[in-house]
């Protein structure tokens, strides 16, 4: 057994930085590099790209990331765990074997699969159903469906996808099968983290009191450059430094749970225990009841202690049981939104731009629900040095929510044909029209879901 590991987090979320990773990679010497790249709505836009072409749906920069990767990672011996995988890690897996055979590399690559549901409802036995946000039209009838234990047809015209939170298990799997890279999909964040303890230092799975330690750290790095004071920073009132260069965090972790969180040195940003406490109650509803996948933590005894410059301590935490069901995320078409956008500057622009926005409101108000006006924005066109006499300007923005593509495309339209119909001197037209995508999450049986290993190997 080690007595010390060291995990870096590369990536917190799908678009992170790319460079901060190679730092880590390059210069951390790392045990254990993570990029954490999923989230709800994440997974559910990578499920309609996959759905679109069958060997899509990873993450989109997948590519770029490890091509500059690999060669620091083998070179290092670094074992990479991430959830780039998102909707299809066995072609995520695929890619990166194609890309070590073009770059002369070989890797064991292992893609941990299983959270992607498409079976019936009434099998998985819904438990619970948990809504977010306001319940548009779309939302009820997935809702209904749910409740009435209807089929969920994957090609629906309104469901997306449906992916559980896994957990430890099919990593830890991965790592059995001594993998240099795991790619997962729905994975929870701080499992990414917690499954190379457990391998390293022959944890049990059912030492709640060690895992939920493990998940502490686990949650407190995921996010990434968030705990080195990039989320954390204020000019005003909380200063960091060189966020140009912003360094993401690595933790060196001890048998006994415990762990010291810091960066690599010369990097930008700043680890303490403003920036430590802040990713501590990070999305903590209950910090007496964290639910993951693997556990259900106890944040309330956790101590952070500042041992040194950009150097926390953490001990504490821990943990009971772990829950019977799995978290799943639904992903669905809520609506289509349209939006169109034009400026005005100088004399009487926000009159201009009012007179504007009353003239949409009046000409669409017959065909929307409910449309958004706002007016925005001073001293992007003229710099107030040269033109202060000219120092007014606002973008006006149009929004509204429709049913069809063609609906919602009204909205730009109206802002663009404002050029020539009034008021004067409107420029910069953009419009837009976007099919929002909306979440629901439902608690299944854990039994009804198994996480699924595959080895590749060029």
Wanted: one cysteine or more.
């Amino acid at each position: 057994m080690k007595q010390k590991i060291r995990i870096g987090c590369g990536a917190g979320f799908s678009g992170d930085r790319i460079e901060p990773a190679i730092v880590l990679a390059e210069k951390g010497e790392l045990d254990y590099l993570v990029l954490e790249c999923l989230a709800e709505r994440t997974i559910a836009l990578a499920n309609k790209r996959k759905i679109q072409e069958p060997t899509k749906g990873y993450d989109p920069l997948l590519e770029r990331r490890i091509e500059t990767l690999l060669p620091h990672l083998v070179k290092n011996n670094i074992c990479l765990i991430t959830n780039m995988g998102a909707a299809n890690p066995i072609e995520g897996a695929k890619k990166i074997i194609e890309i070590a055979h073009k770059q002369g590399l070989n890797i064991k690559v292992v893609a941990v699969s299983g959270d992607e549901l498409k079976i019936r409802n009434e099998e998985l036995e819904i438990n619970d159903i948990k809504i977010f946000g306001e319940e548009d039209e779309a939302l009820k009838l997935i809702k209904d469906e749910l409740n009435s234990k209807k089929l969920l047809i994957p090609n629906s015209q309104l469901l997306i996808s449906m992916n559980a939170y896994l957990g430890i298990e099919g990593i830890i799997k991965a790592l059995e099968a001594d993998a240099q890279i795991i790619i997962t999909g729905r994975v929870a964040d701080p499992s990414l983290f917690l499954a190379p303890m457990i391998h390293e230092f022959g944890w049990k799975t059912d030492d709640y009191n060690l895992l939920g330690k493990g998940t502490v750290i686990g949650h407190l790095m995921e996010c990434a450059g968030q705990i080195s004071g990039g989320y954390f920073a204020d000019p005003i009132k909380k200063t960091v430094k060189n966020m140009e260069n912003l360094g993401h965090p690595f933790a060196d972790i001890f048998p006994d749970g415990s762990a010291i969180i810091s960066k690599v040195e010369e990097t930008g940003g700043i680890i303490n225990l403003q920036t430590a406490k802040e990713q501590l109650l990070y999305e903590v509803i209950n910090p007496n009841e964290y639910y993951t996948p693997d556990v259900i933590a106890d944040f309330t005894s956790v101590k952070l202690e500042e041992i040194g410059k950009n150097q926390i301590k953490v001990t504490g935490g821990g943990g009971k049981t772990k829950p019977e069901t799995y978290k799943v995320s639904v992903g669905y078409k809520a609506f289509w939104q349209g939006e169109g956008e034009i400026s005005y500057a100088g004399s009487s622009a926000l009159e201009r731009a009012k007179l504007a926005g009353e003239t949409i409101e009046k000409r669409l108000k017959s065909q929307f629900d409910e449309i958004q006006v706002d007016y925005i924005g001073q001293n992007s066109i003229f710099p107030t040095s040269e033109f202060q006499y000219l120092n007014s300007e606002v973008r006006l923005r149009v929004a509204a929510k429709a049913k069809t593509q063609a609906e919602a495309a009204l909205i730009g339209e109206e802002v663009e044909a404002l050029y020539t119909n009034g008021p004067a001197g409107g420029g910069g037209v953009r419009k837009y029209v976007n099919e929002v995508i909306g979440i629901v999450s439902v608690l299944v049986d854990r039994n009804k879901v198994q996480p699924q290993v595959t080895i590749f190997q060029n």
